[in-house]
């Protein structure tokens, strides 16, 4: 068993503020990522989506492409309106050598707006659970077909954001929908993420690390913010650097013989938070922990 450790561009430029790090090169945060140990990124809003021209920056960094979001909508579109949206995306994931698509549903979110309370997100209604559900497991499945596994993220400001949500996602779909498990999204939302990972660690096939300050999201609770106001108030942080306990949740991943990607993922404004002094904190923290685990 042996996990690999990759980053999200995050750290060094927000795709959903692009005043935070928007002047930041591409070249720097990859050459960054390779400095502090990373084996592999996620993608971001300045990569290439052409594989014949993101192949060989990858490999001049000797750095692999990890996975990439797609932002679904099937609360608003069924699903071969789905897989047709998400062609081009699939297409880069596959000819890059991607295991998995990180998928979250994006339709009403306000992870995105700064002025909008995270309390005001989506809440599916009865009836829309069904359709839902169908729609999720047939993209699922042909993802599967294509050789590119489903990593659900839920997350916050979505409609599928808490614990309970994710338990009837996983409960009304097939194994062709994995989970990706984040634990700072789901302690946010106030569920614990361990217990989540006991009862699907056999759906997990992505996960990622982000940390989060205890005291700064009681604060942001109390005051009502948006997510984004969450971010830039310093809600999340690196591995080891908040109140997530990592040890038992990378010893239950490596009980189920995870042996797939472990995503440093820690939304921060860069200009209070130097990139590459958080993504080393991340790797060394994350690293430490994940051998101490079993898991590489």
């Known amino acids: 068993m042996a996990v690999r450790i990759g980053i999200n561009p995050i750290t060094w430029s927000n795709d959903d503020m692009p005043e935070l790090g928007g002047d930041t090169p591409l070249?720097?945060?990859?050459?960054?990522?390779?400095?502090?140990?990373y084996d592999g990124l996620e993608l971001g809003n300045k990569f290439p989506r052409d594989p014949a021209t993101l192949g060989p920056i990858m490999?001049?960094?000797?750095?692999?492409?990890?996975?990439?979001?797609?932002?679904?909508?099937?609360?608003?579109?069924?699903a071969e309106a789905e897989i047709a949206a998400?062609?081009?995306?699939?297409?880069?994931?596959?000819?890059?050598?991607?295991?998995?698509?990180?998928?979250a549903e994006t339709s009403g979110s306000v992870a995105g707006e700064r002025g909008t309370p995270v309390r005001r997100r989506p809440v599916m209604a009865?009836?829309?659970?069904?359709?839902?559900l169908a729609r999720l497991d047939a993209v699922?499945?042909?993802l599967a077909a294509q050789g590119v596994r489903m990593a659900f993220h839920h997350h916050m400001g979505t409609a599928i954001e808490s614990a309970a949500e994710v338990d009837r996602m996983l409960a009304g779909t097939s194994d062709a929908v994995?989970?990706?498990?984040?634990t700072g999204h789901f302690t946010f939302a106030g569920d614990d993420p361990l217990a989540v990972l006991e009862r699907h660690a056999a759906r997990v096939n992505h996960v990622h690390c982000k940390?989060?300050?205890?005291?700064?999201?009681a604060r942001v609770r109390a005051a009502d913010t948006s997510f984004l106001d969450a971010v830039l108030a310093g809600v999340f942080t690196v591995p080891g650097d908040g109140s997530v306990d990592y040890a038992p949740i990378l010893a239950r991943l490596a009980r189920q013989g995870y042996?797939?990607?472990?995503?440093?993922?820690?939304?921060?404004?860069?200009?209070?938070?130097?990139?590459?002094?958080?993504?080393?904190?991340?790797?060394?923290?994350?690293?430490?922990?994940?051998?101490?685990?079993?898991l590489c």
């Open 259 to 294: 042996d797939g990607w472990l995503v440093v993922e820690a939304e921060q404004d860069p200009a209070v938070a130097h990139p590459l002094t958080y993504a080393t904190i991340g790797r060394r923290n994350l690293s430490g922990l994940a051998r101490r685990a079993g």
């Open 27 to 37: 070249e720097t945060c990859l050459r960054e990522a390779r400095q502090a140990g």
């Open 126 to 132: 009865e009836a829309q659970w069904p359709v839902f």
């Open 211 to 217: 940390d989060v300050r205890a005291d700064v999201l």
């Open 86 to 103: 998400l062609g081009p995306h699939l297409h880069l994931l596959r000819a890059m050598g991607c295991g998995v698509m990180v998928f």
């Open 140 to 142: 699922a499945r042909y």
């Open 178 to 182: 994995g989970l990706l498990l984040d």
């Open 59 to 78: 490999a001049a960094h000797g750095l692999a492409v990890v996975s990439g979001w797609h932002s679904g909508r099937l609360l608003e579109r069924d």
